[in-house]
């Protein structure tokens, strides 16, 4: 039987009085961009996302752009009331949310069972604790195993995302950090580029030269890098990239930062072309299967891999194979 496909109804409950600050992150701007919903204001939002949302899909309401489980205890109860009554009735089929790791208890964790919620994100960003600390999380790498091993005992699904080219950042430390997603037993993942938005303390450190951004090619290699480390251990990797949006624009919010709305294919086409250079033996012409998924990928963005392998001599036809997996590819020459 065919899975049903996923859809979330986002609720966006930027976290008002977070402690912390975090270096990259501006909550001023955050919060005055964005109108915070009242609990009871939820059931209006759910039931507006409800009537456009075909019934053959898996529906999850997603409490993200905060730390859900850091704000006020009876308001973070309103909040999950709200929402089960729609999992209760069947209306959905769970409740997701992202938070801080050191805002998980067991405590925190009845509760949230009790409402419902099936998913947990916690931003990671890194398990150095050195890049933690200069990025001013306030918290080290043990707060994160903690965490994610509360959460693992019971049966919720565990998110870990993580962040490239934060201070102090280097390859070697990223890879690091997605090998340690592994082992903590994530079942998602998102990898987000460290950008510059204007107000925080890391657009200070970028204006006295304390703090270098990622031009777009390294971004993409780190991205590339720390990709194959979840593909192998089949972690689902949920969003590569951030997505350009109006205020996260050049001259806006944005300060610096490899921001491109084709991010996650340029990505994706850089891991091609390695898995491409890895596997081909013999220059002139082949036929390239791969699945359907990939299909783009593996040609690459605007052509990339196909373009770059026919100017060292293989000359490629890239074919669709369904029974392929991702990154799977079979190569025959004649
Ligand atoms: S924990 Fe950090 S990133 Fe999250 S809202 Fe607070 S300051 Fe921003």
Redesign the pocket.
């Known amino acids: 039987m065919k899975s049903k496909k996923h859809c979330n109804i986002p609720i966006f409950i930027p976290?008002l009085a977070?402690p912390?600050?975090?270096v990259f992150?501006n909550?001023e701007k955050i919060s005055a961009t964005f109108s915070v919903p009242k609990p009871n204001e939820i059931a209006a939002i759910i039931d507006d996302y409800l009537e456009t949302i075909p019934n053959n899909k898996e529906i999850n309401i997603a409490f993200f752009g905060?730390?859900f489980t850091g704000i006020p205890r009876n308001e973070m109860i309103a909040y999950l009331e709200a929402a089960y009554e729609y999992v209760k009735d069947g209306k959905v089929q769970g409740i997701r949310l992202s938070t801080?790791p050191d805002y998980i208890t067991d405590d925190i964790l009845d509760i949230l069972e009790k409402y419902g919620v099936t998913s947990i994100e916690l931003?990671a960003q890194s398990t150095n604790n050195k890049v933690l600390l200069k990025s001013g999380r306030g918290h080290k790498f043990d707060a994160i195993e903690k965490a994610a091993n509360l959460i693992r005992k019971r049966d919720f699904e565990l998110g870990l995302q993580m962040m490239l080219g934060l201070p102090y950042d280097t390859l070697e430390l990223a890879i690091q950090t997605a090998k340690d997603i592994v082992r903590l037993g994530a079942d998602t993942t998102r990898i987000y580029p460290t950008v510059v938005v204007k107000g925080t303390v890391l657009e200070k450190m970028y204006e006295r030269g304390d703090y270098k951004v990622f031009s777009l090619d390294e971004a993409i290699l780190w991205s590339k890098e720390v990709l194959k480390i979840f593909n192998a251990a089949s972690i689902k990797v949920l969003r590569v990239g951030l997505h350009p949006s109006e205020e996260l624009e050049l001259g806006k919010s944005l300060v610096a930062g490899p921001i491109h709305p084709s991010f996650k294919e340029m990505v994706l086409t850089a891991l091609w072309g390695d898995i491409l250079y890895e596997k081909l033996e013999k220059k002139g012409h082949s036929i390239v299967s791969v699945s359907s998924k990939q299909l783009n990928y593996a040609i690459g963005y605007k052509g990339k891999n196909r373009n770059d392998l026919k100017m060292k001599g293989f000359d490629i036809n890239f074919v669709v194979d369904s029974f392929l997996k991702d990154f799977e590819l079979n190569v025959c020459y004649n």
Do not use: A, N, P, V
């Open positions: 976290q977070c912390h600050q975090c992150c909550q905060g730390s801080k931003g």
